[in-house]
């Protein structure tokens, strides 16, 4: 079954990207989600035409995301959590860098950040989908509470 994404699936195409998948997936989560719409051919006319139509504003969104990640690297995250020695009680999200990074100024969803759980202090690495071309590796440190 051929489908035209109305918005970005994680592990499946981004907005706008004809993809191929199976039957059930397509019927039964992304169309009655509203993540995708059919690709007849005249829906594809239609896509082609409004890609075309979109190109040049794409460029100052492109420009615009990475300004953002330039911004993002100036950041300094250190997250302050609970722990006995090394281990945390409790575990650092994508939330909590969220709100970090909310605290330094820069309003960044949740689900564009990609990091893992983590339960030791630390310095880690976590990746930020800002554009589908730009993509931003930002450094972070999880330093222990002191009582």
Do not use: C, W
């Not at 499946?12 to 690709?39: E, S, W």
């Not at 890609?51 to 995301?65: I, M």
């Not at 950041?75 to 330094?104: M, P, W």
């Amino acid at each position: 079954m051929e489908l035209i994404l109305k918005k970005d699936v994680q592990n499946l195409g981004f907005k706008d990207d004809v993809v191929t998948v199976k039957n059930g997936y397509g019927r039964n989560f992304l169309i009655p989600q509203g993540y995708a719409h059919l690709a007849t051919a005249s829906a594809k006319k239609v896509l082609a035409e409004n890609l075309k139509q979109r190109a040049h504003k794409e460029a100052k969104v492109v420009s615009d995301a990475q300004a953002l990640a330039e911004a993002l690297k100036a950041i300094e995250i250190k997250i302050y959590a609970k722990a006995g020695g090394e281990k945390l009680f409790g575990s650092i999200t994508n939330i909590d860098i969220a709100e970090a990074l909310a605290k330094g100024g820069q309003e960044i969803d949740r689900k564009f950040i990609t990091s893992g759980i983590v339960k030791r202090t630390g310095k880690y690495a976590a990746s930020v989908r800002l554009h589908r071309d730009v993509i931003v590796e930002l450094s972070y440190e999880i330093i222990a509470e002191k009582a």
